[in-house]
């Protein structure tokens, strides 16, 4: 079956602190890869993204690493903010797959002040 | 400006009753979705529609039919409503196929079936 990551579990950081979440996803052929952040009562919002031909690219405060060979992907913050506490999502694009996006359950990220 | 909405963004229902969620997208892509988002987050795609062709169609009860009247628009008609329909459902767009293109999501409709 396609499973993307998590099973929702929650990361507590204090404000200040890096955070990283990862996510293992299953499909070989994808070709695309994005995280999304979730705040409540609210839609997924674009974070970064990155192509399987690359193994790392960076945002602002974010950074996105890709191991093709073990299948894993992770999302590191720097200097969590209060702003940062949302629910994330990894999802896969399956290479011809007409750009559908495959999600995992998200991680709950909690930042402490 | 808002780039995907969708309308209602609450909604609660008896069974057995027929609903519509409305989708809008004003940001020129070919490309919209629906997706279904449960109580434990699990964000799920339902459909897909490019210009106005399906293209996308999951493993979803045929209660649930969408309809694409323009490629801006993306409406999600649900028939004979069950329990288990209650779900956050997400409209979502993106530019095209293939590249690096992330998909935009609207807000989302809470709906409670009871």
């Known amino acids: 079956g396609e499973s993307v990551g998590l099973h929702l579990p929650t990361l507590s950081v204090q404000e200040g602190d890096n955070s990283i979440i990862n996510c293992a996803y299953s499909?070989?052929?994808?070709?695309?890869f994005i995280w999304y952040k979730q705040e409540s009562g609210k839609g997924p919002q674009f974070i970064i993204d990155?192509?399987?031909?690359?193994d790392k690219r960076q945002g602002q405060r974010v950074t996105v690493l890709l191991n093709k060979t073990v299948k894993h992907l992770s999302l590191q913050i720097a200097a969590t903010q209060p702003g940062d506490s949302a629910v994330y999502f990894c999802?896969?694009?399956?290479?011809?797959?007409?750009?559908?996006?495959?999600f995992g359950a998200g991680t709950r990220l909690a930042v402490h002040p | 400006d808002t780039a995907v909405s969708q309308t209602p963004k609450y909604l609660v229902t008896q069974m057995g009753n027929d609903k519509s969620i409305k989708c809008e997208q004003n940001l020129g892509h070919d490309t919209m979705y629906w997706y279904k988002q449960d109580s434990k987050k699990f964000l799920k795609i339902m459909f897909s529609?490019?210009?106005?062709?399906?293209?996308i169609n999951e493993t979803v009860p045929n209660r649930f039919s969408p309809k694409s009247p323009d490629k801006a628009h993306l409406n999600l008609h649900i028939n004979s409503l069950e329990l288990g329909d209650s779900a956050v459902y997400f409209c979502?767009?993106?530019?095209?196929?293939?590249?690096?293109?992330?998909?935009?999501f609207g807000q989302g409709t809470r709906l409670t079936v009871v």
């Open positions: 529609y490019n210009n106005k062709e399906l293209i």
């Open positions: 990155i192509r399987s031909n690359m």
């Open positions: 979502a767009s993106s530019p095209s196929q293939g590249g690096m293109t992330e998909a935009f």
């Open positions: 999802a896969e694009r399956v290479a011809g797959g007409y750009n559908k996006l495959i």
């Open positions: 499909n070989s052929a994808s070709d695309y």
